[in-house]
Structures are given as C-alpha cells and as structure tokens.
C-alpha cells in the first residue's frame, strides 16, 4: 500500500508534485504560525479574525517570495546544501517585511513577538518537510530499484564532487554512499546529506556498503596524488572512474557522462597548464592553415585544435588515403554541427613529391604551415633509410622552399628529442631536418621557421602504450627492451596546444623545447597498463600474477634514455612550459649541395652511402651501423 501510494506521487507530473509541495508549504506556514503564538501565549489560542488574516498574509508572501526567489525550480528528491541556502536566503527575505509589519507596527489581536519567532520556526519546518519528501521520494526508489543499482563513492567533496552527486542523484541510476577526501578535517561531516569518510575508512566502506564503483572527482588534483589514489583503490576490487580535468569539462560543469575509465594518460606525464589564448589564435584565426601529416597521431589533434581557433581555411595533406578520409570526415562533421565557417580541403600525396608540394602552395595559398609529416618508428626507418630520408628531409625541404617561394608567413616543424644527440636513422634524419629550416631562417627569409621539439606522446601511432594494452589483454608477455629505459611522455592535445603556441611565439630560426616534466621508466608504464587491464603483474613478489613482464633487450637504434636539450643554453620563452634553445647549424650554402648530394643517393638506392653522408652531416650521430 506504502510503495503504491510513493510510486504514484513519484511518478505524478511535474506540475501535480509543484502543486503538492505548494500546499505543504502553505499549510507548514499556518502550522509556524500557530506554534509562534502558542510560545508566545502558552495556550492554543482560538482563531479569532486578525489571527486568520495574519495566516492567511503570511502564507501568500511565504509562497510569492518563494516561488520568485526559486525554491520550486529545484529538485525535491533531495535535501542538500544548495537546497539549504536556498530557502535560507528566501526565508531571510520573508523574514524582513514579515518582522516589520507584525513586530515594529503591530497588528492587534496577534502578539507582536510572532514577527520574530514565526520565521525562525518556519525554517525549521520546512526543512522538515522538504527532509521528509526527499526521503519519501528516496524511499520509494530504493523499493523498486536498489536491487538494481551499483553503490559508489565519490573520492572528493569538493565542488567537482558535489556536481557529481547532483547529477548521480538526478539520474537515480546509482546509490551514492557518501565521499572520501584528503582533507582529514573534513572526516566525519555531512556534505549534502552524506557521510564524509576518511581514505584509510576505504576497505571497511566499501565492504559494509558492498561499494562496486569509486568516481574521482579530483580535477585538480596532481598526477602524482592521482597515481597514488588509483593505486590504494586497486587493492580493493573496485572499479575507478574519473572526471577529466577542470580544462576538459564543457563550461566547468560535471556531468555524469563526463565520468569514464582511468587511462594510462591520467597517471603519466606533466600536470596540466590553461594553454594561453592569445598564443593559440595568434597564427590561426582568420588565417589559411596547412597541415602536413594532418592523418597522422599528432597531424590530426593539430587539425583539431586549429578548426577550434577559427581559421579561414584548413588543407590537409597526407599520403595515406585511410587516414586523410578520416580527419577530413571528423573535421567536416565538426564543422556542420558546430555552424564553423571554415574551408577544409583534403589533398592527398607526400611531401616527398616537390611538383606536388609546389601546386599545393600555389593553389592554396597557406598563411602557416604546420609540418607534421615524417616517419617516426625507430625500427621501421632503421631498416628503410632510404624512404626516411626522403621523406623526413627532403620532404622539409620540399615544404620550407615552397613556403619561401610563396612568401607563407610561418612554418612549423614538428621534431623530436630523439633529434637530440641522435643515435637512430630516424632522429638523424630529424636533425637534418631542423638544420634546414635553421639555415633558410639566417638568410633574412620573409618567412618565419621554427622547430619544436618534445618527447613522446601517449596515444599516438606507434606508442608502446596500445601495445602493452593488447599484450596484457592476449595473457602476456608484456614485452620491455629494458627495465632501466626512460622516456618522456605528453598526451596528445597538450602536445598539439603547444606546437601552436610555439610557433606563435617564433621569430625566425628558434628550436622551442616542450617541458615534458620528470622521464617514466617503461617497466612502470607497463606496469601500469597492465593494473588498468584489471590484471595483476606475474613476477617473484607474486608468482600467481595474471600477466608476465619480460625483458628483451634494445632494438637497434634505441636509447636508454631520451634527451630535449643539446646543451645548457636554452632560455625561458613568454610561456612556461616553452623554452627556446638557439643551436648550431650548418649555413644554407653548405647544406644545399649536400641535399642535391643526398637525393643522388636515394635515386641510385644507395643506403650505406646515405648513412654516411648523415653521419657527415650530423657529425653526433652514434648510430649502431658501421657500413
């Protein structure tokens, strides 16, 4: 009988329910009323005419000053803070000419002294009341749905966590049995009607609540607090999920469909930094942008960052078909949906191709140029040096010669730290690619070269990270070429944000180092790809584990360790995670006959004269090769 009378009102319209509580405010501000005269007078008085009429006027400006003041727009589900200090402030408003006229004028036949007591008395009623709809209503809910619903935690109270729980709540698809903060002066308080548990209370919680799910809802906090967190959860058999940062939530607001799982990008790299805005827009608004690579891991998160900043027009081009389809689908969906008015043009060739390349500028006529095509697999380009040079240097200096014959105001090469006292074929080639654009830059060129430099990216086209992903999910072996390695890591838009910014920023011949933060041992990332699968590692310490870590030893060309500075000169740009580094270079004159020279040899094919003219040409080169 209980649950059919709860589920009829829970399920009533939105007006009948508005109306309901309308008539329970009405009849908790007759009942204030009585009870502030019978403190006043010690007895029930009788219901003499100015006693009725007080009624009367005091529930018609209770229910306008609510009704403006909003209190019947909220959600009568729940009782919490900002339900609180809603009524509170529209109490305080009631209190004002209610007080004046029965208490400072007087009204006679009603005692004076209800002015003040009668609104006081009221709060407290109708904060029962609406305490006791929200619990009706939960009721009611619980009975026929809790059998169906996970219970969660909320690991953080602070604003993030309580938009979280309004809209949890909001969608009653989930239980939330209270929140879990790092602040030890919150433990034990009430937030919005839930419990405030402390993190060493997490096992007991989560046992005596049989908690499935903990959502973080710490945007701000660091990744290393971050790391440290998933990681206590893990011993707990729950599942984790996590808002994205405060720079990623649409508007700052929380949704529950904000929440997702916890990816290798949330425990890795730098804490994040609000890209700065002038910087992004300064070569991209209103401007005619070409993307070279634009298929590609870092190419396609360019292209996505540029349509966001209003360019006047956005040509992609890539060699491969696949991959040019698919940003240019992504890039004109987005475009039709968000109403941008942007040209999106898909040229598909290489860079290696200079009649191409030329067309490409004459045609199009591009203001800033981003290059982003290259080969970058170490292993793959060991093996192909004769493509790789190609491409990765002569395709630049197909692009920077076409840029300077077309007055383009801006190039901006995407290199590597693997540039950086190069040991692979890949990162020579890199080099060599910089050099050509710092040589062009000191003949006084109109236009504006420069360089930015940064480690690896999770995420991207050959990443260890999707690799480690599928070897976990296969059973193992997780495979490491050495437990010593480090790398640097970024994740892929702050990557795209920076090169941008970079490149704002430039001058004409600057080599912009990134700020990847504090190198991740590879062991530690597999480690961590393996946790997030939702396995165990299989080592000595646990023998029972799900997935082996095995060691197998560097491939050709690899470092153990990465580098982003040549030396010890590089200097702080206007952006603080941006510095600059002015490096040597060899001079255009130098350097023009011995790119005639090095396209002689990929014609006649011939790799081991290619690697040594690299070596020549990059006399820190330490490659593995000795032919």
Same mark, same amino acid.
């Given at each position: 009988?209980?649950?059919?009378?709860t589920?009829?009102?829970?399920?009533?319209?939105? #007006?009948?329910?508005?109306?309901?509580? #309308?008539l329970s405010?009405a009849?908790?501000?007759?009942?204030?009323?009585?009870?502030?005269?019978?403190?006043?007078?010690?007895?029930?008085?009788?219901?003499?005419?100015?006693?009725?009429?007080?009624?009367?006027?005091?529930?018609?400006?209770?229910?306008?000053?609510?009704?403006? *003041?909003?209190?019947?727009?909220?959600?009568?589900?729940?009782?919490?803070?900002?339900?609180?200090?809603l009524?509170?402030?529209?109490?305080?408003?009631?209190?004002?000419?209610?007080?004046?006229?029965?208490?400072?004028?007087?009204?006679?036949?009603?005692?004076?002294?209800?002015?003040?007591?009668?609104?006081?008395?009221?709060?407290?009623?109708?904060l029962?009341?609406?305490? %006791?709809?929200?619990?009706?209503?939960?009721?009611?809910g619980?009975?026929?749905?809790?059998?169906?619903?996970?219970?969660?935690?909320i690991?953080?109270?602070?604003?993030?966590?309580?938009?979280?729980?309004?809209?949890?709540?909001?969608?009653?698809?989930?239980?939330?049995?209270?929140?879990?903060?790092d !602040?030890?002066?919150?433990s034990?308080?009430?937030?919005?009607?839930?419990?405030?548990?402390?993190?060493?209370?997490?096992?007991?919680?989560?046992?005596?609540?049989?908690?499935?799910?903990?959502?973080?809802?710490?945007?701000?906090?660091?990744?290393?607090?971050?790391?440290?967190?998933?990681?206590?959860?893990?011993?707990h058999?729950?599942?984790?999920?996590?808002?994205?940062?405060?720079?990623?939530?649409?508007?700052?607001?929380?949704?529950?469909?904000?929440?997702?799982?916890?990816?290798?990008?949330?425990?890795?790299?730098?804490?994040?930094?609000?890209?700065?805005?002038?910087?992004?827009?300064?070569?991209?608004?209103?401007?005619r942008?070409?993307?070279?690579?634009?298929?590609?891991?870092?190419?396609?998160?360019?292209?996505?960052?540029?349509?966001?900043?209003?360019?006047?027009?956005?040509?992609?081009?890539?060699?491969?078909?696949?991959?040019l389809?698919?940003?240019?689908?992504?890039?004109?969906?987005?475009?039709t949906?968000?109403?941008?008015?942007?040209?999106?043009?898909?040229?598909?060739?290489?860079?290696?191709?200079?009649?191409?390349?030329?067309?490409?500028?004459?045609?199009h006529?591009?203001?800033?140029?981003?290059?982003?095509?290259?080969?970058?697999?170490?292993?793959?380009?060991?093996?192909?040096?004769?493509?790789a040079?190609?491409?990765?240097?002569?395709?630049?200096?197909?692009?920077?010669?076409?840029?300077?014959?077309?007055?383009?105001?801006?190039?901006?090469?995407?290199?590597?730290?693997?540039?950086?006292?190069?040991t692979?074929?890949?990162?020579?080639?890199?080099?060599?690619?910089?050099?050509?654009?710092?040589?062009?830059?000191a003949?006084?060129?109109?236009?504006?070269?420069?360089?930015?430099?940064?480690?690896?990216? %999770?995420?991207?086209?050959?990443?260890?990270?999707?690799?480690?992903?599928?070897?976990?999910?296969?059973?193992?072996?997780?495979?490491?070429?050495?437990?010593?390695?480090?790398?640097?890591?970024?994740?892929?838009?702050?990557a795209?944000?920076?090169?941008?910014?970079?490149?704002?920023?430039?001058?004409?011949?600057?080599?912009?180092?990134?700020?990847?933060?504090?190198?991740?041992?590879?062991?530690?990332?597999?480690?961590?790809?393996?946790?997030?699968?939702?396995?165990?590692?299989?080592?000595?310490?646990?023998?029972?584990?799900?997935?082996?870590?095995?060691?197998?030893?560097?491939?050709? *060309?690899?470092?153990?360790y990465?580098?982003?500075?040549?030396?010890?000169?590089?200097?702080?740009?206007?952006?603080?995670?941006i510095?600059?580094?002015?490096?040597?270079?060899?001079?255009? !004159?130098?350097?023009n006959?011995? #790119?005639?020279?090095?396209?002689?040899?990929?014609?006649?094919?011939?790799?081991?004269?290619?690697?040594?003219?690299?070596?020549?040409?990059?006399?820190?080169?330490?490659?593995?090769?000795?032919?």
């Amino acid at each position: 009988m209980w649950d059919r009378v709860t589920q009829t009102l829970t399920s009533a319209p939105r #007006l009948l329910k508005r109306s309901l509580v #309308l008539l329970s405010d009405a009849l908790s501000c007759a009942l204030a009323s009585l009870i502030a005269i019978y403190l006043r007078l010690g007895y029930v008085p009788q219901i003499t005419k100015p006693i009725a009429l007080s009624l009367i006027f005091s529930v018609a400006l209770c229910l306008l000053i609510f009704w403006i *003041g909003g209190s019947y727009r909220t959600l009568f589900r729940y009782v919490g803070e900002t339900t609180v200090k809603l009524l509170s402030r529209n109490l305080l408003v009631y209190a004002i000419p209610y007080a004046i006229i029965f208490t400072y004028y007087g009204v006679p036949g009603v005692p004076r002294t209800i002015g003040l007591l009668q609104p006081a008395i009221l709060l407290l009623v109708i904060l029962a009341e609406r305490t %006791l709809l929200a619990q009706i209503i939960s009721l009611s809910g619980v009975s026929t749905r809790v059998a169906d619903r996970p219970t969660v935690l909320i690991y953080g109270s602070g604003s993030a966590g309580r938009q979280l729980l309004g809209a949890l709540r909001q969608s009653r698809e989930m239980i939330v049995a209270g929140f879990v903060d790092d !602040d030890l002066s919150l433990s034990g308080q009430t937030l919005d009607g839930l419990h405030v548990y402390r993190p060493a209370q997490l096992r007991d919680v989560i046992a005596k609540r049989q908690v499935s799910d903990v959502f973080l809802a710490i945007p701000s906090a660091t990744r290393k607090r971050r790391n440290e967190i998933v990681a206590a959860l893990r011993a707990h058999s729950v599942n984790v999920r996590t808002l994205p940062g405060m720079l990623d939530l649409a508007h700052g607001r929380v949704k529950v469909s904000d929440l997702r799982e916890v990816e290798t990008d949330d425990l890795l790299g730098r804490n994040r930094v609000a890209p700065n805005d002038t910087l992004l827009r300064r070569n991209i608004t209103g401007k005619r942008v070409l993307v070279t690579g634009a298929g590609g891991s870092i190419g396609s998160e360019l292209c996505r960052q540029i349509i966001d900043n209003a360019p006047a027009a956005i040509f992609l081009l890539d060699h491969s078909e696949f991959a040019l389809y698919a940003i240019h689908r992504e890039l004109t969906l987005l475009a039709t949906q968000e109403a941008l008015n942007v040209e999106i043009f898909p040229v598909l060739g290489s860079v290696a191709v200079p009649d191409l390349v030329g067309h490409v500028f004459a045609a199009h006529k591009p203001d800033v140029v981003f290059h982003a095509a290259a080969y970058k697999h170490v292993p793959l380009v060991e093996e192909n040096v004769v493509e790789a040079v190609r491409n990765n240097v002569l395709g630049t200096a197909n692009i920077a010669l076409a840029a300077l014959r077309h007055d383009v105001a801006h190039v901006v090469l995407i290199s590597t730290d693997k540039a950086v006292r190069p040991t692979s074929i890949m990162g020579t080639t890199k080099r060599l690619a910089e050099q050509i654009l710092q040589a062009l830059a000191a003949k006084d060129a109109k236009t504006c070269f420069s360089m930015v430099r940064f480690g690896n990216v %999770l995420g991207s086209s050959g990443s260890v990270v999707p690799l480690f992903r599928a070897q976990a999910h296969a059973g193992g072996p997780v495979t490491i070429t050495h437990r010593e390695m480090t790398r640097y890591f970024m994740v892929i838009p702050e990557a795209a944000q920076l090169v941008i910014q970079a490149g704002a920023m430039a001058r004409g011949g600057e080599v912009f180092l990134l700020d990847m933060g504090d190198p991740v041992k590879i062991i530690d990332l597999a480690r961590s790809v393996i946790a997030l699968s939702g396995l165990t590692v299989r080592d000595a310490d646990n023998p029972e584990g799900d997935v082996e870590i095995r060691e197998v030893g560097l491939r050709p *060309g690899e470092k153990l360790y990465e580098e982003l500075l040549i030396d010890t000169t590089s200097e702080p740009s206007d952006h603080p995670l941006i510095m600059k580094a002015n490096e040597s270079f060899i001079s255009w !004159d130098a350097l023009n006959p011995a #790119l005639e020279r090095l396209a002689a040899l990929i014609t006649a094919n011939d790799a081991p004269a290619l690697i040594a003219e690299l070596k020549r040409l990059v006399p820190e080169f330490t490659g593995y090769r000795q032919d």
